[in-house]
DNA sequence: AAAATTTTGTTGCCTGTGCAACATGATGTG
DNA sequence: CACATCATGTTGCACAGGCAACAAAATTTT
């Protein structure tokens, strides 16, 4: 089958032609492996050598927390990135469970042959080496920025900060956020409703506005907060408001 | 000034031997650079393109949030890794800032040494590009086990959370943590003073005991735990605590 | 040893938000 | 169209935990 123009549209082979795309896959030993539903593609445990990226179908990484309750780490869809951080670090066990919710084709490389040099000593390796440290740091800035999100301490900060890195992403005022509801209140760790609530008020308070995953980052200082039937405009506004920008 | 030994102990220099290091240094341009206390080690918003390894001194990256308000992101000290996420990232500018918060020595190295074989094609340089690979890669994983704990719901879920990994880590039911109660708090996301009466209730509960920075998880089924009302079991908190370790 | 400083523990108050339950709007399906 | 199934918005209530202020213990400095 020809995956190969759905893998060139990934960041890990950006900048690389089909050509080497294809000579590439030959010489790290990728190899195609289908999974049934339900099937383990990484058991919780076991020492992990190569990576994955998922072709067709689609997964999930599950772990277990303190109480035995299962919670889903990510949700894995076609041209996701599977245990990249896991392989990369030496001799570590994966802390986590990858299953396929559905019928699902894995492309696996060895985590070794993307480091070792191949014997033609290729321009095209040498890129996808810096394309796959760019994949790894990309993935722990990621990170980074939803732990930006989750140490607000109020629901408005949450949202507020993360209402600002795609509007800075998008490089405009006007955006549209990728994600519904539902996953954006489970990304900031907030409830749903009160995602709703506070996204409602903040727009009656001139913050922001938007419809659906249409937003619009008023950047006018509201002359006016009323909270509580009070008007605090006056100082703690400006403590609010004052230093952005 | 010789440097290497510290430099040998860090993850990055693993299993590479002093003479190794030294050849590594010259052959990837690694150059020291001192800075004054208060001095900018990485600005904001602009592109990075080597990496850091502290020497001596101290320092801090800080980033402003939403409200304006300076947060502290990582406290810098001798053989702390600067900007290496960043530096890997193809093309990304620094979204934080990194200074001095002493007269501190800084090793700068160029990413791009790190991926550039070089001449000799020794193999100490593919050691070294293995070992940083795997430094980018735990660093996610961290930063993966910070957001494990900051997802759990309530503050007990938290610490045990933190907990149940730290003594996973050191093997044993009986452990000692490597911070102090505030940098807990900071890094559970939670008030310094919820987080001891937590811990208090915990004991009561007879979940966990402590003293000070040395704990020990109760694997008694977490059954006959009474919630509100007073506590039938458990009542006995251990004497002798002295010096586990 | 006394004093000063840092670290940890304790407690009452009050608000933000989790939770549940329901309403409304949007989208798909026969 | 009617109907089902989503996604989103609304609201009352209860309580976990942020906040502040203080107490006690441990550590460092004088």
Redesign the interface.
């Known amino acids: 089958m020809n995956y190969i123009e759905d893998l060139s549209k990934l960041s890990l082979f950006t900048e690389i032609s089909f050509e080497e795309i294809k000579k590439l896959l030959h010489c790290t030993g990728a190899i195609c492996r289908t999974y049934k539903k339900d099937e383990l593609i990484i058991e919780e445990g076991k020492p992990i050598t190569d990576f994955g990226i998922m072709l067709s179908g689609s997964g999930c990484s599950i ?1 277990w ?3 035995g309750r299962q ?1 889903i780490i990510t949700l894995l869809e076609k041209g996701s990135m599977i245990g ?3 392989a ?3 001799m ?1 066990k994966s ?1 986590l469970t990858v299953q396929a919710t559905s019928d699902s084709q894995v492309l696996r490389i060895p985590f070794n042959s993307i ?3 191949c014997m033609k000593n290729c321009p095209c390796h ?1 890129k996808l ?6 994949v ?6 990621e ?2 920025e ?3 999100c ?3 301490p109020t629901v408005r ?1 949450k949202i ?2 993360y209402l ?1 890195r795609i509007a800075h992403q998008q490089n405009s005022h006007t955006f549209t956020i990728p994600i519904n509801r539902n996953i954006m209140a489970e990304y900031l ?1 907030i409830e749903r409703s009160a995602l709703s609530r506070e996204l409602s008020k903040m727009k009656k308070d001139g913050l922001i506005d938007y419809h659906r995953n249409s937003f619009r980052l008023q950047k006018t200082t509201p002359k006016a907060i009323v909270k509580n039937g009070q008007n605090l405009s006056a100082q703690a506004s400006l403590k ?1 408001w ?3 920008e």
Chains 1, 2 share one sequence.
């Open positions: 772990k927390n303190a109480s919670i990249i951080l896991i990369s670090k030496a570590h802390p480091i070792t040099r040498e080496l810096r394309n796959y440290i760019s790894i740091a990309e993935k722990g800035l990170l980074h939803r732990i930006n989750l140490l607000e900060d507020m900060t600002r760790n609010e004052g230093k952005i």
